[in-house]
């Protein structure tokens, strides 16, 4: 790591600069597992806990030495308002959410006369009680007996016999969705009971007696479009499921089930995600598997990895982040200094080449070219990599020098080239598919939560565009083009760019602006400036950015929210790319997260700065968002939406930052129009090492 000099910055600044990178670089050094990898908790939400003790009372797998310390978790994240809610720091509780926790507790043998269950129950009524809650909840509920199986949407497991060509078959969904889906066919389709304690029934959380209750799925209101549409066809699938003549449901069924088996991943989970992973256990033993099946014994063993005990709690992570971690903490001490060649980067780099997936997942079926070579996001999962966590894996790499640096380049290689083939028809990358953009399915009315569909998104555009920069891609190579012409098509009026996978604009625009400085934008043109001056524009007064989850709904809240050291660090990083390092608002950035970082070099983040669903069903930026009364209208409170606090998200990008304005306090960094190097490896092979531009001999580039 080298000191910073002055070059016109007040030298105490310098010294406090200095130490803040070096006591960030000296944490991930010393919490670097032996294996090589980082890895930060991943919090969401209690309805994990809440699932996981109702999922293991309906297999019949209770420890229930467990179950009072995930009622204890739950009961600590219990809000003022008597609910529980999606994210840290939402403006209400979310009803969903609360009658799932209140139930796992109630189940769990939490007295309902309690002061918490009390407070809960009168949030819950409050809101409009159980008829009110999300299809997701009612299926658990209708699981126990809580719900009628007769008043959900219908899902048929016939779903399996329609072709890839068609515009509707499982494909069509993104990959969490088909996963969740195709294991979810086969519970609707045999509606299993497992009954509970009289004392566990929920009836008081019903605003009139249950028998009230309407049956069945209203209307949606236009009724003309495709909401009527699959509204109606919903109802046909109604009385063709009352039929006793339903040919072809059990070959349906079976073709689901093999389907749900083979995708099982070597952890024993599904997709490394909770959603499917519940699901598909639930359908294997409704359709008869024993615990001690080995599929069943993997998937109830391999929650063990995911569940975090500390003391009396017990809590679960919906998905572990080992990949996405460790390749951002290597650019994140790559930035702030260490050699290419030092033991830490090294092993991480012999880690990651270790997890790259060569097998076909079902990324496969439309893409029938590209060689199989990407990075997922967590330690186990063949069937999905991940676009986004390839490009920065590949950019990490990139940087580093092994003592096979032929195998590492073929490794590098051959990913540019899967990511290449995996560009989506108007220029952009989505996370896990091609061109997975078919709209009208999120009409179903089953999907009225989280994304349907993969479609392609800014930032994860923006993270492959920076990466074919940092290989030596200009920006006339045509995929890089087409990409660029998607980017600046999506840029807001105002400025900045839409954040799928992190909150918000502030991610979108931490993404894009380094990826066309990367790929040798003009940096100087007026659209840079707007964004340039909306950053600008919401700087807190500390010296801060921040961005609270709510302004996905709420136009308002863009761009603001509270200082946290992860969205400082993308403001940082976009406006360092935009030639803008000596701006006295960089320096203001520089010192907030040179102050608040604490003695062990992390910083603290309570509030959640990433996303997995912004709850829209699409998956990308709607024009215009719903409104009170109609279909996916949400207020701040995010029902629909999932919201994510990566534990590390608050440590690595604040790194990356300050490393980068220390480069070019210190002159490792230098800018140009055309684009940025660092100078101990510049040029397209950085360090010595990386993979093939399309300009350099032996490079394989497909579109």
């Not at 204890?72 to 509780?93: C, F, H, M, T, V």
């Not at 608040?596 to 829209?616: C, K």
């Amino acid at each position: 790591m080298v000191a910073a000099k002055s070059q016109g910055a007040p030298p105490g600044t310098v010294a406090a600069l200095d130490q803040a990178v070096q006591r960030a670089v000296d944490y991930f050094l010393r919490t670097q597992h032996p294996d090589g990898y980082w890895w930060g908790e991943l919090e969401s939400n209690p309805t994990m806990e809440a699932e996981y003790l109702l999922l293991t009372h309906f297999l019949g797998a209770a420890d229930r030495g467990q179950w009072p310390k995930l009622a204890n978790y739950i009961l600590s994240k219990q809000r003022e308002d008597g609910g529980w809610g999606q994210y840290y720091g939402a403006p209400s509780g979310d009803l969903s959410t609360s009658v799932e926790c209140y139930f796992a507790l109630k189940l769990a043998g939490v007295s309902p006369q309690s002061q918490a269950l009390r407070r809960a129950r009168e949030f819950i009524l409050s809101k409009g009680g159980v008829p009110r809650v999300r299809t997701f909840t009612k299926v658990w509920l209708a699981l126990f007996g809580q719900w009628g199986w007769r008043a959900l949407p219908v899902l048929p497991p016939e779903l399996m016999f329609l072709p890839t060509w068609s515009p509707i078959n499982i494909y069509e969904f993104g990959s969490w969705a088909r996963a969740t889906i195709v294991p979810m066919s086969i519970i609707l389709a045999r509606r299993p009971v497992c009954p509970v304690p009289t004392w566990a029934a929920i009836d008081e959380l019903y605003p009139v007696p249950r028998s009230q209750v309407p049956q069945g799925v209203p209307a949606p209101k236009p009724f003309l479009g495709w909401a009527g549409f699959f509204w109606a066809l919903d109802w046909c699938l109604r009385q063709y499921d009352r039929s006793p003549w339903k040919p072809g449901r059990g070959w349906a069924i079976e073709l689901a089930e093999v389907w749900t088996v083979r995708h099982q991943e070597a952890d024993g989970s599904w997709g490394g995600i909770q959603p499917p992973w519940v699901y598909a256990l639930i359908a294997l033993k409704t359709l008869g598997y024993p615990l001690d099946h080995p599929v069943m014994a993997r998937g109830l063993q391999g929650f063990q990895g995911f569940a975090i005990e500390e003391g009396d709690t017990l809590r679960v992570q919906a998905c572990l982040s080992p990949l996405w971690d460790t390749c951002l903490a290597m650019m994140a001490l790559e930035d702030a200094g260490l050699p290419p060649d030092h033991p830490a980067l090294q092993k991480a780099a012999q880690w990651l080449l270790q997890k790259q997936s060569r097998r076909d997942g079902d990324w496969r079926v439309k893409n029938a070219h590209g060689p199989a070579a990407g990075w997922a996001f967590e330690f186990a999962n063949e069937w999905y990599p991940d676009l986004d966590d390839t490009a920065e894996v590949v950019m990490a790499l990139h940087r580093v020098q092994l003592p096979d640096e032929e195998a590492k380049r073929e490794a590098l290689d051959l990913s540019v080239s899967w990511l290449l083939s995996m560009q989506c028809r108007n220029g952009g990358w989505a996370s896990f598919d091609k061109d997975n953009t078919r709209k009208v399915l999120t009409k179903v009315p089953f999907c009225d939560f989280g994304e349907v569909i993969d479609p392609p998104t800014e930032d994860v555009t923006a993270h492959v565009v920076e990466m074919l920069g940092r290989l030596g891609y200009a920006r006339e190579h045509p995929a890089a083009a087409r990409a660029l012409r998607y980017l600046w098509s999506q840029q807001e009026e105002d400025g900045p760019w839409f954040g799928r996978w992190g909150v918000n604009y502030v991610y979108g625009s931490g993404a894009v602006l380094p990826a066309l400085e990367a790929i040798g934008e003009d940096m100087r043109q007026p659209a840079v400036h707007r964004a340039v001056a909306w950053l600008l524009g919401h700087q807190n007064e500390d010296g801060g950015w921040g961005e609270v989850c709510g302004s996905y709904v709420d136009p308002s809240l863009r761009g603001r929210g509270p200082s946290t050291a992860s969205q400082t660090a993308w403001a940082l990083l976009a406006l360092m790319a935009a030639g803008e390092w000596r701006h006295p608002a960089v320096a203001r950035g520089v010192s907030y997260l040179v102050t608040t970082q604490r003695e062990d070099g992390t910083w603290d983040e309570p509030w959640f700065t990433g996303t997995g669903f912004p709850g829209y069903g699409v998956g990308q930026r709607v024009r215009r968002l719903p409104q009170p009364g109609e279909r996916g209208y949400q207020g701040t409170e995010l029902p629909a939406a999932f919201m994510i606090n990566y534990h590390l998200y608050r440590d690595y990008w604040p790194l990356m930052a300050l490393g980068r304005y220390q480069g070019y306090l210190d002159g490792r960094l230098q800018r140009s129009t055309d684009n940025w190097r660092s100078r101990s490896g510049a040029g397209r092979d950085e360090a010595g090492s990386g993979a093939r531009g399309p300009d350099q001999p032996g490079a394989e580039v497909k579109e």
